[in-house]
């Protein structure tokens, strides 16, 4: 039994969460040294295992409870504490911020208070969730590249961007918070 605990734990797909959680050191590291080709590098590096896990979990039938928090926490902190910076330092205007922010923290509060009175409802993404991670993390990248590139081709993109992330970041809360609703009110 110990040994089928071990493999449950060190799945491909877990694995691959709990490096973009120490990518995001490794970017806040090179980002605060002027490093930014290699932070642009290890951004993308996230952006791509994001997609990766998830999709390794269904093909390899690895979907575990752990990787089911792994991921979605790997996600909140890596979106998090790179938009902070990038608010810290105007590379975002602070009403996307606002917007990006306040749907993380909608949406976990709103998984953590279901978990809490519904302790036997198994929880999915949502195709909304996936599409606003998208866009947040491609806004991120470019956002970072735009600092290397410092192209106007990048900027007119970006501000762009600002506008459909955060109209899916919205369109995502408004989502989420209705399944919310509908899976509290399961008996």
Known sequence: MEKNKYNYFFTLPNIISFLRLISVIIFLLLF???????????????????????????????????????????????????????????????????????????????????????????????????????FQMTTMVLVILNLYFKSYLILNLIEKLFLITSFLAVFSMIDYTLYARKIYRKK
């Open 32 to 134: 605060y040294c002027g490093k930014i080709y290699s932070a642009i590098i290890i951004l993308i590096f996230s952006a791509i295992t994001d997609l990766l896990d998830g999709f390794l979990a269904r093909v390899l039938n690895q979907q575990t409870p752990i990787g089911s928090f792994l991921d979605p926490l790997a996600d909140k902190i890596l979106i998090i504490t790179t938009f902070t910076i990038f608010m810290i330092k105007n590379y975002i205007p602070w009403w996307f911020f606002s917007i990006v922010i306040f749907r993380e923290i909608l949406v976990s509060s709103g998984w953590v208070i279901v978990y809490q009175y519904k302790t036997t409802v198994t929880t999915k993404p949502r195709f909304s969730g996936k599409i606003s991670i998208f």
